[in-house]
């Protein structure tokens, strides 16, 4: 266990672009990072199309796109239109704490519940966790136990939504009280020496700069960040790990949102609920799931406590009957031929995928050119420019038939939502900075060469190299490839041959743990509820 080169960190930092964080190290505003690059590689890491966090950390964690470890948004689609979260055991490919043993593994995205580690490894579930109380938090159980009586502070995440201009610095206070509670986990998971794979996530910058886009302020952070890598790249020196830093995505700031199921209901793709009967009286009251919702928390009722106290089933009943303008509720599924689902995917509503499809099978083609026409075709009306980018679902994952049809991203200075706004282009309320597609990714330690520029590398060749640099297979199902010009020449990994191993993939379905509700109610934020 202590031999040089036989171990790997993987030090995770969620949202961190290369274009941001390349002119800060040359600056000298980074020592730690610039150490970093002079005795090892570094470089751009591009990422998944789209740049989504549920998409990247499994493609990072697996070496495949995602129409081989099978995640596309935060909740699975079902035949029904229905949602619920996914959750690790939905992962059809094995990660790699499931190669590695053992394995301490830290809030990693898509990992709840906790487990696959083995009895001799440790994990602390990611994103997606209820809440640290929540069965599922840990394995083994004993180490939430301690979490929660050692650092009290620590919560899985920040509801950075709900901070609007007004609230900056109570958002920046608890900001650094997340951030340092996490800092206390991984200090306190490093006194641990028998592990073979270490992968610890901090997911701080990401909701930084999805909430505030001030350089000085996120420069401050990633100073924190910086003292966090200094520490960890001298735990690494001392055990002889190899070091990677990467990032899932790249950030950048917006302006503009785009609400892409009304600009499918402009084009006649997709037919919005007619107010009719309770609905109907509803709307000529006034009452729609925003007055509802802003009535509600005026009296201290907020929709994380409807969420938790009333049953799903009330939920959804309420939600449909009640006008707005919901990409799930507020859809006439029957009459609608496509829609944007979650952070990007956009299928066609055909009759062989969705209980109450609206399109022939044979007609789904046609449809599908429509929808890439009409979104590419999409402008701002203060600019006149385009504004979205349009990818073709096949070509993108051609190995799963159920993957979305066609894939959209906003360009620079522009996110997509799926609700179904008044107008398709509006100014963003309430986000400051979201996803591009060029993260980071760092490599340092025994085999590693010293300042190589990485180029071209991408999320799923970060498993491969890996693995290669410790010696092990590399799973036939990776797309990745292992990054060799990363290796000092006549090191072992620059010299021997690169071996495949097949590993038994999952193609069943799971209904998940429970407490759906409450993972739902962490991606409000993100337009689901």
């Known amino acids: 266990m202590s031999d040089d080169g036989n171990r790997a960190f993987v030090l995770g930092l969620d949202g961190v672009p290369w274009p941001l964080v390349r002119p800060w190290i040359e600056a000298g505003e980074l020592p730690a990072f610039a150490e ?3 005795t090892g590689a570094a470089g751009p890491l591009r990422n998944t199309t789209p740049a989504n966090t549920p998409v990247a950390w499994p493609s990072i964690a697996t070496g495949t796109w995602p129409d081989r470890h099978g995640l596309y948004e935060f909740m699975k689609l079902g035949s029904d239109y229905s949602q619920r979260p996914y959750n690790r055991e939905d992962l059809r490919q094995p990660p790699l704490w499931e190669l590695l043993s053992p394995a301490v593994v830290a809030n990693v995205p898509m990992t709840y519940p906790a487990g696959g580690v083995g009895d001799d490894g ?3 579930a990611g994103m997606m966790t209820s809440s640290t109380d929540a069965a599922g938090f840990t394995q083994p159980a004993r180490l939430g136990e301690a979490i929660r009586e050692e650092i009290p502070d620590y ?12 609230r900056r610095d109570e958002f920046l206070a608890d900001f650094a009280s997340l951030f340092e509670a996490r800092r206390e986990l991984l200090r306190s998971l490093t006194e641990r020496e028998d592990w073979r794979l270490f992968f610890f996530i901090f997911t701080a910058p990401d909701r930084l700069q999805h909430l505030i886009w001030d350089e000085e302020v996120i420069l401050e952070h990633y100073r924190e960040l910086d003292a966090v890598l200094a520490e960890v790249m001298t735990y690494c020196d001392r055990l002889g790990a190899t070091l990677y830093v990467v990032s899932d995505h790249g950030f950048g700031p917006i302006s503009r949102v785009v609400n892409i199921n009304r600009a499918l209901a402009d084009a006649g793709l997709l037919t919005p609920k007619r107010s009719t009967g309770a609905r109907g009286v509803l709307s000529r009251a006034g009452v729609s799931k925003s007055t509802v919702l802003n009535a509600l928390a005026r009296i201290g009722i907020d929709d994380e406590t409807l969420v938790e106290r009333l049953p799903a089933s009330v939920v959804d009943s309420v939600a449909r009957a009640v006008p707005g303008d919901h990409a799930l509720y507020d859809v006439d599924s029957a009459r609608t031929r496509a829609f944007l689902h979650g952070l990007g995917s956009v299928y066609v509503n055909d009759t062989s995928r969705f209980d109450d499809g609206a399109v022939a099978p044979g007609e789904r083609d046609r449809v599908k050119s429509e929808v890439m026409s009409a979104l590419a075709a999409v402008t701002d009306p203060e600019t006149g420019e385009r504004v979205l980018s349009v990818r073709d679902g096949d070509d993108l994952n051609p190995e799963d038939e159920f993957a979305p049809d066609v894939v959209v991203e906003g360009v620079e200075g522009y996110h997509v939502k799926p609700g179904l706004a008044d107008e398709t282009v509006v100014d963003a309320d309430g986000i400051a900075g979201y996803h591009r597609p060029e993260g ?6 025994p085999p590693i060469a010293a300042d190589i520029a990485v180029e071209g590398a991408t999320v799923v060749d970060v498993a491969p190299t890996l693995l290669h640099g410790l010696g092990e297979p590399v799973p036939a ?6 990054l060799t010009e990363l290796f000092e020449p006549g090191s072992p990994p620059a010299t021997r041959d690169v071996v495949e191993r097949d590993h038994a993939s999952s193609d069943a379905a799971t209904d998940g743990p429970g407490s759906d509700e409450a993972v739902e109610e962490r991606l409000r934020g993100l337009g689901y509820l």
Do not use: N, T
């Open 440 to 445: 980071v990714l760092f490599a340092r330690g």
């Open 36 to 38: 970093l690059i002079e």
């Open 477 to 482: 199902a990776a797309h990745g490839r292992v």
């Open 155 to 166: 919560r899985v995440g920040l509801r950075w939504h709900e901070y609007g201009e007004d």
């Open 122 to 124: 440790a994990m602390v």
